[in-house]
């Protein structure tokens, strides 16, 4: 199904970037959830773009619950999130519609729609759509919170800094989720934002990689083959617009050297099975193993960008020069980090009501 | 749905390393492909282990197709392939069976199936099953190439030797597709399995990446967002065992640099719209372009090596050391090439049959 | 997936009945399907209770669509419509809340929901949550009319009354698709709605056959087994509440007697393929041959009555008696006649676009 | 998907009448099942035609397990059973390949397939599939079983005869799971295979009602709306060839008579809360209320018959007669019985394992 994905818990979207509105509807979760909506909005300011780095479109996203939500707690039954678009300028769009922009769907949704795509601002496959991931997601997030489980996301390495590693995860997960521009080492961030600035001047743009951890996950949630954490995570992480790679634990840096070093020495911590090294990001054969999830995704520079490009008029059939104008980020990755989270905590959510059934969770903490 | 992937065209597969037998349902495809035994042969032949460099167990893989063909051809319904079992020492699994091998599902599978699981080999986690989705695969990769699509993977890297990019992208297919190692450059591949058989003379291992096209996809089939081929891709890639890590187009590259360089310009080549580079791995938004599929999957070493390694038995809740004996590949990255061709077909017929119908292909050919 | 139906086409629902709104998303439909407003508004006015054999409820349905139509057609991307809730009276509801409705889910969902159901009017179990299912099905069936596919459906019986059987199809679909009391036979009708007053009169209530009827559907659509038509159609039909049977063609009345009676002989006509009778409702072996699909679902009355009814209080432990008040309809068939079309369209959308691909329809018409 | 059914717990079947074999994936299901083959062959028996009122053909029906068990306890991996065709006499069918048998699926097949369909015997479409669903299903039945879950079916009613209402059910359930034609009054089952054997000297055939009962599923099992336990047990009960209706509780009797007739009122029973009638079928708004489940299967006549039958010939487009030879059932209700409990089982244990985890069962019992 094309907007929809999971299993027991199942999330469907929807919504186009000048359209009345664009949400979601979180199917499945366990009844009694307390849905704070301070924590949606909070999780929504995330994602909206801040301070010079970013696009000066900025709507204060309210959001509207219609459904799922009974005196302050999630009722097991479907849960829909609207979140009306306002400020959008839809003229910025119409004069280029045929002119593709390079690294954009302009072109394939016109052949894949025959025409009949709502080509503002790009449609469903703007990236305004993932606002409707987060507000979702955020409920999600919730519930993992209150059995134990975090969830956390940094910009790992931006226009040639890189941050920190991980350190006491949970202090670390903490801490980024109350950030602003989620890293680690606050003057690493600094240089990245400065990187974007610089990019933006240049009316270019930048990319970056992120890095996920989860804390908390028991042993044993997922399953082999097609259902496998990794491919479940993937599924859903390369649904993000930009999101161009994907690697778990030491990922391709696990392509050169030698098994020995990559393994992952089991040892007991009081008591615990746990492993040494984490090379392997928290998963054997698709399952958990009881160590932190970790995964790492690569974010391309936003490819709205201020230079002139080739492109073709698509249908004139004749090459063409393009000039965008209008407001465009020089950088999403920042503001893709609580994207990331979302859609993690979703999958995890869907992977542990399987395995645990739909009182999960709740039946462990209430 | 665990062992099931796809939607109008869905792979289910089954089996142990040590039980009587692994295969595959491959289901949805349409009626009329030619399925050539044969061919299902070589593909299974390139996915055993060769040379010095793989494994001893080395079986002939005879299948038996129990459904779904009549008259040399499929007829629509279940395809299903069954590959017996017969080489299999399961001594040399009951002795260590609670020692959890470092980077294997030993410990995991116990934990999840509460130790029922079948520990012999892996049990379904197994390499093995891969038998399974190559088999299936070899209709799938027909069926395509009937309709015009060519798949192909080759060792990008292994063991600090790079194989050369694509060039003529139809001819190298072509050529990758008979190689018993697969590479563009074949002293580069002399290197890779030099370092293979090197890590192998000290018990240990090697990983590499791989690096996979696919020629002939028209333009506009994918969906945005969850159904995105590259979160279909991904899903099923990383449901091959040791894949850590899987790129799409300049992927992780495109975390660096400023999206001036990344974005592909669009052109016009005889007439067809065409993109100048192909930074984004032939997908724009989920969804194809037209330019061909590129992406890349990290392999990590065979985590199966003869050194001695910490580790625990989960049974006794000891620590412990092992020291692995039976037969072991140094390095599983060239036989998983034809696994990547395999699903990678698998996920590009499922997209085409949602886009075109249950009659594709055929309807396009015949 | 719980709220969520359907395979390359699927629909999602949501809502409560005193909650913001009820609403779906309507998913995979074809690019380019005309959006008629004035005909969903229609379709919404045919499920409102009307005269004196409904509820004293009565909203005016007010919809808005909030994404996947553009220039007044389908995008073919999600279509979100949404429709609020206004006129509720959930006072009515609280002090009975533990007093649980015979043949309601008010038990069921306590025990399935812990407690955290919203109980007001039945929450996301009441009967308003099929204006959804109304709203949505109003675009599926605007797709399939657009292809020459008309869908139909009549109170074949109800308080003893029993309308006549279809004649000419596409003239008596035409009239019924206009019919507010939905009967071939207007006589009938009044019979009908006479035996519902009269049950209303005594604070009892009424059931009732509806009778679906398709015609234009092509040959060769469905799939044997677990896709079957019927699998597919039943299964959507047994959503819509209140019903408690489903039957194709003859149905049970083929438990009875020899297989030469219920046979349907193949015959020409005008060179076409047909069967002479068609007892078997356009179905064999799961897929479509070319007749009209002819199907009946019961409808059990409505289980609100005003009469004293044994039941318990499931907070307090302890048998109770329960004398309903409020505003409920005697009768809900002839309302859930438009449900029973929009399912079944939405069920058809979905098996045309699996058998001729995602621009089915628009690739026949346009 | 289309020869896949569940969510958590899912089976996929493939065969054909006259291929190798016909077979089916469990996938989902618990650890630690205890597999009892002379319970599946059994079961088989039970399908099997027997005595003078079924076909000649009578195959020993031996199965074999591939994957999925080990140390005869179930692994939670998927369990593959094939069953061999052996009895198979392929030229009764080929002469007749393009007159369309009537009631049969030959016609749909070959608009579907294109003509590449294998038409031996009805091929994917024969009876002879549900053998897997059998073999599956007995594994599945183990599991309830185990949990204290008892599925039993009787021929409630043919030729005019009809058995008597379940008593006490367990009683009543575990007798008619030892019989081999299975009725609650063995008087009328004899005078229901006299009636048999009756339409068979006139080479005709006759159809039934089956009546199927479930003591034990626990109150909360189910979703309201599309994965209501009435629209899963119908979508895989419609998947059974012949079944032309399905009706739940009083069923189609309910579109009659007032509501207070119909509503169950509830009680208390040594403290439990029941209701006192079950005209419901153990169903409130899709979610199981501790009732036994109780519905009914109409299934047609078996569609060979031996007279001579009006059809077409739809290779040469003219029309035909047809008098069929070879061997066929001239009843297969009392044969379908065993299919109703195992698709019935199937459909529980996905349900069960959705709310209580994929540990159920297992986690109850063991």
Same mark, same amino acid.
């Given at each position: ?7 027991? !818990? ?5 919504? %186009? ?22 924590? $949606? ?12 780095? +970013? ?25 829909? $999130? @609207? ?44 990236? #305004? ?12 997030? +919730?519930?993992?919170? %209150? ?31 109350? *950030? ?15 990187? $974007? ?7 270019? +743009? ?7 951890? @989860? ?5 044993? !949630?997922? %399953? ?11 599924? *859903? ?18 392509? %050169? ?47 709205? $960008? ?25 950088? !999403?990755?920042? #503001?893709?980090?609580? !994207? ?27």
């Amino acid at each position: 199904m094309k907007n929809t994905f999971g299993n027991s !818990v199942s999330l469907t979207i929807f919504g %186009e970037s000048h359209g009345p509105a664009v949400g979601a509807v979180l199917d499945g979760l366990a009844p009694g959830i307390a849905v704070d909506e301070a924590f $949606i909005a909070r999780q929504l300011e995330l994602r909206r773009p801040f301070g010079k780095i +970013s696009t000066g479109r900025c709507e204060a996203d309210p959001f509207e619950i219609l459904s799922g939500v009974f005196e302050g707690r999630t009722t097991g039954t479907p849960l829909c $999130i @609207v979140i009306p678009n306002k400020d959008t300028k839809s003229r910025d769009y119409e004069a280029t519609r045929a002119l593709a922009r390079p690294g954009h769907a302009d072109y394939t949704a016109h052949v894949k729609y025959h025409g009949f795509e709502d080509y503002r601002g790009g449609g469903h496959f703007s990236g #305004r759509v993932t606002a409707a991931l987060v507000a979702a997601g955020a409920v999600a997030l +919730s519930a993992l919170r %209150e059995n134990g489980i975090l969830v956390g996301t940094h910009v790992a390495r931006c226009g040639g800094a890189a941050d920190r590693d991980f350190g006491d995860l949970r202090e670390d997960l903490a801490r980024l989720n109350e *950030a602003r521009f989620a890293v680690l080492d606050e003057a690493k961030g600094r240089e990245m934002q400065a990187a $974007i600035e610089a990019a933006a001047a240049q009316g270019d +743009s930048l990319g970056g990689v992120l890095e996920t951890a @989860v804390a908390g996950l028991p042993a044993g !949630v997922g %399953e082999p083959w097609f259902d496998s954490l990794e491919s479940m995570l993937a599924h *859903a992480l390369f649904s993000i617009p930009a999101v161009k790679g994907v690697e778990f634990g030491a990922g391709f840096a696990m392509a %050169e050297g030698p098994g020995s070093r990559w393994n992952d020495p089991f040892c007991l911590e009081d008591g615990e099975i746990r492993t040494r090294s984490n090379h392997n990001g928290g998963i054997n054969g698709g399952v958990s193993n009881g160590m932190p999830l970790l995964f790492r995704c690569a974010v391309k520079p936003t490819p709205s $960008i201020y230079k002139e490009q080739d492109t073709v008029d698509f249908l004139a059939g004749t090459e063409a020069k393009l000039r965008l104008e209008g407001r465009h980020d020089p950088a !999403v990755v920042h #503001r893709a980090r609580v !994207v990331a989270d979302s859609v993690t905590a979703l999958v995890l959510c869907d992977a542990l009501a399987l395995r645990y059934g739909t009182d999960w969770p709740g039946g462990l903490a209430r």
